[in-house]
C-alpha cells in the first residue's frame, strides 16, 4: 500500500513537472513557430514583389532601378518603399501627410489592397477587384515591412523649407547654379521619365504631359508664373494645376503625380535647380 502511495505520489509529481515545463516553454515554441511563419511569408512577399512591384518600385525598392518588361532600364514611376519616411517611426512620415490614423501595417497593407485611387498604384487583392489572394497580399506586406532597420531608421531626412516663390529659392544658395547635365540623370532617377517620357521624343510620354516643351509651354500655364515659377509649382505641389492633356485623355484630379517630390527632393535642395536646368534648357 505504502509502495504505491509513494509511486502514485513520485509519478503525480513527474507528470506536473513535464507539464509544467511543457507549459513554459510554450511561449518560446511559438514565438519560434510565428518567426519562422513570417520568414516564410517575407521569402514568398519577396518573389511576389520581385515579379509585380519591382517595375515601378525598383528591384531594391528604393525607386532608382526598373526595367520594363523588355528589360530596358527606365524610369521608376513608383515611390521608394525601402525608405524612411514610409516605413520609420509609428506613425511615420507619410502616415502622417495623408493622415492615416490607423496602425503601419495597415498603412502598407491597404495601400497595396486598394492601390491609390487616381494614380498609377494598382489594385492588388481579389477583394477590390485585383489579382492577388489576400494571403499573397500579406507576404508582400511583410515583405516591404522588412526593410524597417536600424541602419535605414538611424537618420531622419533633412526636412527642407522651399522658398514660396521660385525667384526666391533660384536666389537662395541652393538654387544658385543649377546643372543641366546632372539635371538629365535626376529626371531618370527620380522617375519623371517612367511618366513623362524621353525629353527628347515627342510622344514617348506615358502617363503625365511630355515635357520636351515645357520651357515655352510652362509660360503660358498658370497666370503670374513663368515657366521656372511653374516647373517649380508642379514638382513641389502637383494639385496645385492639373495639367488639360494627358496621353490616355484629360488629366485626372486629383493628380497621378506622387506628391512626394518636396520632401524627396529636400533631401538633396540642389537637385531641384538641376531639374530645372535641364527641363528649360530644352
Ligand atoms: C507617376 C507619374 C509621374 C511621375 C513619376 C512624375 N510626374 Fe509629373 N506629372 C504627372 C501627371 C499625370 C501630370 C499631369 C497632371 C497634373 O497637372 O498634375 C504631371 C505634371 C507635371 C508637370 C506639368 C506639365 C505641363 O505640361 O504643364 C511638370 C513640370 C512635371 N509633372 C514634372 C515632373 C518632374 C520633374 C518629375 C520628377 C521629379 C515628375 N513630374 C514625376 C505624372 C508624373
Ligand atoms: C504601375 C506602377 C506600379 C506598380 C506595378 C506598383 N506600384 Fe505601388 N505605387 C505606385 C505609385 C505611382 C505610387 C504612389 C501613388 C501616390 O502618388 O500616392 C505607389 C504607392 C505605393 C505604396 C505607398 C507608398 C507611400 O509612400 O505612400 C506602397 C506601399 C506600394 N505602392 C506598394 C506596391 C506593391 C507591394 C506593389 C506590387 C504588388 C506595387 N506597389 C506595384 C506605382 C506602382
Not at 140 to 154: G, I, K, P, Q, R
Not at 237 to 253: E, H, K, L, R, Y
Request: aromatic share 8%.
Amino acid at each position: 500500500m505504502q509502495v504505491k502511495i509513494v509511486i502514485g505520489t513520485v509519478a503525480f509529481m513527474l507528470t506536473m513537472m513535464i507539464l509544467g515545463f511543457a507549459v513554459l516553454r510554450e511561449p518560446a515554441r511559438l514565438s519560434q513557430y510565428t518567426d519562422a511563419a513570417k520568414g516564410r511569408s517575407i521569402e514568398a512577399g519577396a518573389h511576389i514583389f520581385e515579379n509585380n512591384c519591382a517595375t515601378c518600385h525598383g528591384v531594391d525598392g528604393d525607386a532608382t532601378e526598373c526595367y520594363n518588361s523588355a528589360g530596358e532600364q527606365v524610369g521608376c514611376q513608383g515611390l521608394p518603399l525601402n525608405n524612411y519616411d514610409l516605413l520609420c517611426g509609428d506613425p511615420t512620415y507619410r502616415m502622417g501627410t495623408l493622415n492615416w490614423a490607423g496602425t503601419k501595417e495597415d498603412f502598407v497593407k491597404t495601400t497595396i489592397s486598394a492601390g491609390r485611387f487616381g494614380t498609377v498604384m494598382p489594385v492588388w487583392s481579389e477583394e477590390f477587384g485585383g489579382p492577388m489572394r489576400p494571403d499573397q497580399v500579406q507576404n508582400v506586406t511583410d515583405f516591404v515591412l522588412n526593410w524597417e532597420s536600424e541602419d535605414l531608421c538611424a537618420n531622419e531626412p533633412v526636412r527642407y523649407a522651399w522658398p514660396e516663390a521660385a525667384a526666391d529659392y533660384l536666389a537662395s544658395a541652393d538654387g544658385s547654379a543649377g546643372d543641366a547635365t546632372n539635371g538629365a540623370e535626376l529626371y531618370v532617377t527620380y522617375g519623371c521619365s517612367g511618366c513623362h517620357g524621353d525629353t527628347a521624343l515627342e510622344g514617348s510620354n506615358a502617363v503625365g504631359p511630355w515635357l520636351g516643351d515645357i520651357a515655352d509651354v510652362g509660360n503660358t500655364r498658370v497666370d503670374g508664373l513663368d515657366a521656372a515659377g511653374y516647373v517649380y509649382q508642379s514638382i513641389l505641389d502637383p494639385n496645385a494645376f492639373i495639367v488639360p492633356d494627358c496621353p490616355t485623355g484629360p488629366c485626372a484630379s486629383p493628380s497621378a503625380m506622387p506628391g512626394t517630390f518636396a520632401a524627396r527632393i529636400g533631401s538633396n535642395p540642389t537637385d531641384m535647380a538641376d531639374l530645372l536646368a535641364f527641363l528649360l534648357g530644352n
